[in-house]
């Protein structure tokens, strides 16, 4: 088997911290400096549920509008997309540009280069940003940003998690809209933290791969109408 090489890095911004691409033979994987693997072209079960439990509450709707926070591989926008109809919109906010550009790439095969669907926008930034000005915009938002409520790659994360940073994603949704957040691991203090915002929410466990590998945890939060 080939070893693993590394292809390409970039500064994640207000971090001291870089993401690193590799790539083997056909597969590539991004790790941060100091962290290890984040994400890999081999295990996205996860990714694709967290857009298939939500994209699937909101399909039926007219010209359903939904906000992705975290580009990552690709796959969870490819899931979106599967999952909505020809008149939807999807917008990505990717805080990296290169991740952009090497999903442009070749890595962007492996999800089946999504970003050439004319339904999917990408705005370059802090999906932060969109969440504090927005206002009943989205039929669901998707953040599959850093590791979840206890990430590791960006300290400036921790507030998308915080009870500011769901309320903003709350007054972001459409009447019965649904924010669904993948996460690494369970945290119970963030399901109460949900509620106590006042998202109607169930959590679902998910193995990254075929359904094996590491369980991941999904939580679906609904707004009220």
């Given at each position: 088997?080939?070893?693993?090489?590394?292809?390409?890095?970039?500064?994640?911004?207000?971090?001291?911290?870089?993401?690193?691409?590799?790539?083997?033979?056909?597969?590539?994987?991004?790790?941060?400096?100091?962290?290890?693997?984040?994400?890999?072209?081999?295990a996205h079960g996860s990714e694709d549920a967290l857009a298939e439990l939500a994209c699937r509450k909101i399909?039926?709707?007219?010209?359903?509008?939904?906000?992705?926070?975290?580009?990552?591989?690709?796959?969870?926008?490819?899931?979106?997309?599967?999952?909505?109809?020809?008149d939807s919109e999807v917008e990505v906010a990717e805080l990296v540009p290169a991740v952009v550009a090497w999903n442009r790439g070749a890595l962007g095969e492996h999800a089946g280069h999504p970003l050439r669907d004319a339904r999917a926008t990408v705005r370059e930034g802090d999906v932060a940003r969109i969440l504090k000005t927005?206002?009943?915009?989205?039929?669901?938002?998707?953040?599959?940003?850093?590791?979840?409520?206890?990430?590791?790659?960006?300290?400036?994360?921790?507030?998308?998690?915080?009870?500011?940073?769901?309320t903003a994603s709350y007054k972001a949704l459409r009447p019965e809209g649904v924010l669904a957040i993948w996460s690494a691991g369970p945290d119970r203090d963030f399901t109460a933290l949900l509620q106590k915002v006042g998202f109607k929410m169930r959590q679902r466990r998910v193995h990254e791969h075929d359904n094996k590998g590491s369980l991941h945890t999904i939580w679906l939060a609904e707004r009220g109408p």
């Open positions: 088997m080939s070893p693993w090489t590394l292809i390409d890095t970039a500064r994640i911004p207000g971090n001291d911290g870089e993401l690193q691409l590799y790539q083997r033979d056909a597969e590539f994987s991004i790790s941060v400096s100091g962290g290890g693997v984040l994400m890999s072209t081999w399909a039926r709707r007219p010209r359903p509008r939904v906000l992705i926070g975290g580009l990552g591989m690709g796959f969870t926008l490819a899931a979106a997309l599967r999952h909505l109809g020809a927005e206002r009943q915009a989205y039929d669901a938002i998707l953040l599959d940003v850093d590791n979840g409520p206890e990430g590791f790659t960006r300290k400036k994360n921790d507030w998308l998690y915080t009870t500011d940073g769901l």
